[in-house]
Structure formats: C-alpha cells, structure tokens
C-alpha cells in the first residue's frame, strides 16, 4: 500500500495521501528523536476540527475551492453562485458565538476516554484562526466576532492550558495554505483553487509577503501558547516541490531554539520535517517500520456535522487495536458543535472506549510491534524492556461469547501468563503452532476482547 503512494494523487475529496516509508528521513536532533519515543508511547489522541463552518454542519474549508465544489458542495443546496457563497461563508466569523464551550469539560472528557494528546485545528484552510494571532483580523478574538468578549475567546490559550492540567499533550495543527489572506488568494473573485491565486515565482515579493505572515503565525503559537508537542501542518500541496515554497525548515528550525523537541509533521511532503507520517480514513496493510498516526473520524465527518453517527466503543477498540499492532497511533477525530460542547453520542463512545482502556490499557500504551502482530484474530504488542508480550483476542461483534481456550499463534519461550483484565493465572500448554491458553473462568457476557499478560 505504501509503495503506491508516490503514483497517487495527494488531495482526493480532502483527504490527503500519506508518504511512502521508504521515503522517511529520521531527525538528527537528540531532542526530537526522544520525543519520537514520547509520541509512539501515547497511541490515542483526540483530534479536534473546529471552525466557523461548524455553524453549518458542512465540510471543514473546502467548498470555498472551486476545485473542489463538485463534491464539497453537494451537502446543500446553496441556490447561490459560487462568488455569493464564498462570501457567505467568509462572513460567518459574523455570527460564530460558541458560548457553551468550556475548555476544563473538553480536557475532562479527552483524560476519561483515554486519550493522551490533542491534534487541535489552530487554522483550517479558510484561514479562521482560533487564537488570538497579531497578524489577521481574520480571528475568533478579533470585534467582529461575537465571541470575542467571551473569557474563553483566545480558544487555543484555554483548551491547551486545559488539556495540559489533564497530563494530555498538544499537536497544533496548521494549514500552511490560508484562503483568506490576499497574499494567498489575492483575488477571491476568480476561480479559485488550492493554491495561491498568482503564480509565487512571478511576485516573488507578494509570495514572500505570505511567507513572513505563515512564520509570525507559527512564531505566535510556539511562543505564547506553552509547551507545544506537534506542529501538524496541513496542505502538503504548500511546498517547494509544488512551487510555493514557505520554508518551513527555516521556521521549524527557528522555533526549535525555544522547544528543542518539537515534533513537525509536514503530511505527505516527506524530508526531515515530516518525522511521522499521517494516513487519513484509512490503516495501513502492514507495519510502516516508521513512526505513524492515521487521523480517523468517529462519526462520518472531520468537521460538525448534525445527527452525525458515531462509532460504537466495540468499533473504536477494534480500530485502535488495528492501528497499535502495525507500530501506529491513531487520532480520533470529533467536531465540536457550533455552540461549543461536544456532541453527545461522541462522549457516549469516549466514554464507553476510556473504561475498556482502563482495564486493557496497559497492553497498548507504551507498546511497541510484535511478530505476528496480527494472526488467527489475536493481537499481540510487546514491552521488550520488561520482557513482556500481550496477546488480545478480539471480538468483533456483539453477539460474540467469551471464550475459555485460545489458540496463541506465538514463537517465543513462556514463563508465565495472566488474564488482563483480572490478574487470574492462565495455564499454557505448547502446541505445534504456538501455544494453546487455557482460563480457569470465562470473562461475563459479550466483551469486546479477552486479553493474556505473557511473561518470556
């Protein structure tokens, strides 16, 4: 699957390609390599794509592109042009007030379900920024936004402070494009596409003009907004292979003097500032080898979308488990309503997925690949430093009954094995394909997985 990935195109109704493994360039920086170690510990973040759109329940940025109206548009019918519409949804800043957002709620419910970071949107490509950035007006703490009064206004400032008393890192996510800004979208009344509305190689002072305003952005955020564990930057079409070359390396590099760790995802441009890639709706056939996190929406939208279906916590727990076996973690996506709150069938399914990690957590957090990683419907993940193999045996469907024998397709030397989820002791006996575990009880009802702790 990766190795097609060069032959692809990179933005297919949105959802952005990944970058080929063989491609990976591994960091050089002491700093950076450890907080990679940091990053592949954590497993589940919640990601967050929030914006003026949310009021609509449309799709985040993209029906603003006339690239990509046929199939960003298709939600509503608009019974406007294309030129009308743009400047509807430019104007919605006008009336985004989302009054029931309180930030403590939102880390509480993150720290409940599991998670151990945040991929937070600062600014999608519509260029709506949800800090309070010196350098557009284009702001949710700018006066022409109701909100703006709101103790909460400056949204990332208060979600970051939030989630960090909650022990949950912070990944920023950034779109290098910003289709508000004229040095990009110079002329909104043409027809507009993902990239800048000049060429940059032929106004090489208006180019830079944006260059200077994507590094104050970027500056702002590492700066004022405490410690920042991931830049994830967004529009892998923004870059110098593409001709729109914002030298990012030169920011990334900058900022890094301030926090030496930061980890920068540069999405399917690859290089030394793409340290881990990101697949989107989708999980890799097989372990990358390279550090990874597919970001994933819960219902059947990264953006709010009204009477949305989310995944069931079975759903979610198979997923994760998909992801951790292949070396990957996995970023959960929910959109906030417009109002701010979280919608409630997405908290039922965090809520239902944070009590089966309490019980099974520790075969996922700080785990790393282990062959066979996926055989015979059991799972396996490994803790090499303290000798320790899981092996999970998932099921899927609701219907599905505990089992009391399980067949371990295992090539290792077993010293001892233990239930997960209740410590009982579990006899093992060596079989021609691995090992054969035997349970003294079987686990109640139709639980979403049983679990061995084996000691080698």
Same mark, same amino acid.
């Given at each position: ?100 957002? $309180? @930030? &403590? #709620? %939102?880390? !509480? ?11 937070? *949107? ?80 032929? $106004? @090489? &002072? #208006? %180019?830079? !003009? ?11 955020? *590492? ?234």
């Amino acid at each position: 699957m990766a190795e097609e990935m060069d032959e692809k195109e990179a933005v297919v109704e949105g959802v952005h390609n990944y970058s080929r493994a063989d491609r990976y360039v591994p960091p050089k920086e002491e700093a950076v390599k450890e907080h990679l170690e940091w990053f592949q510990d954590q497993k589940l973040a919640l990601m967050m794509h929030w914006g003026v759109y949310s009021q609509w329940g449309i799709v985040e940025s993209w029906a603003l592109s006339d690239e990509d109206g046929d199939w960003s548009r298709d939600c509503v019918d608009w019974n406007v042009d294309g030129e009308t519409f743009k400047k509807q949804y430019f104007d919605l800043n006008k009336t985004f007030n989302p009054v029931r957002f $309180e @930030p &403590e #709620k %939102w880390a !509480e419910e993150a720290a409940n379900g599991g998670f151990k970071y945040i991929v937070f *949107t600062t600014k999608h490509h519509d260029g709506f920024c949800m800090w309070d950035t010196k350098v557009s007006d284009y702001r949710i703490t700018a006066p022409d936004c109701p909100f703006h009064t709101h103790k909460n206004s400056d949204v990332c400032k208060v979600l970051f402070d939030a989630a960090r008393k909650k022990g949950l890192g912070i990944a920023a996510y950034f779109s290098k494009a910003d289709w508000h800004i004229p040095s990009y979208w110079k002329n909104q009344g043409e027809r507009s596409y993902r990239g800048p509305a000049y060429d940059p190689s032929k $106004e @090489p &002072e #208006k %180019w830079e !003009e944006f260059v200077k305003f994507t590094h104050d952005q970027i500056r702002e955020l *590492t700066s004022d907004y405490g410690k920042i564990d991931v830049l994830w930057f967004d529009a892998g079409w923004v870059c110098k292979e593409n001709g729109e070359d914002i030298r990012l390396g030169e920011i990334v590099d900058e900022v890094r003097k301030k926090q030496p760790w930061l980890l920068s995802a540069d999405r399917t441009v690859g290089g030394p500032y793409e340290n881990y890639v990101t697949p989107e709706q989708c999980v890799p056939d097989e372990p990358l080898g390279i550090p990874w996190e597919s970001c994933i929406t819960m219902g059947t939208s990264f953006s709010f979308k009204y009477e949305d279906k989310y995944k069931t916590p079975r759903e979610l727990a198979l997923l994760l488990m998909d992801i951790v076996v292949k070396g990957g973690n996995l970023a959960l996506n929910v959109g906030p309503q417009p109002d701010g709150r979280l919608p409630e069938g997405a908290i039922a399914s965090m809520r239902g997925l944070g009590a089966w990690l309490k019980v099974f957590g520790e075969g996922i957090y700080g785990t790393r690949v282990c062959a066979p990683y996926k055989k015979d419907g059991i799972y396996f993940t490994q803790k090499k430093a303290e000798n320790l193999i899981f092996a999970f045996k998932m099921y899927e469907n609701e219907t599905d009954v505990a089992e009391k024998e399980f067949n371990i397709p295992l090539d290792a030397d077993i010293k001892k094995v233990t239930r997960l989820e209740d410590g009982e002791n579990v006899e093992f006996v060596k079989t021609g394909t691995g090992y054969r575990f035997i349970c003294g009880t079987e686990a109640e009802g139709h639980p979403i997985a049983t679990a061995f702790r084996i000691q080698v």
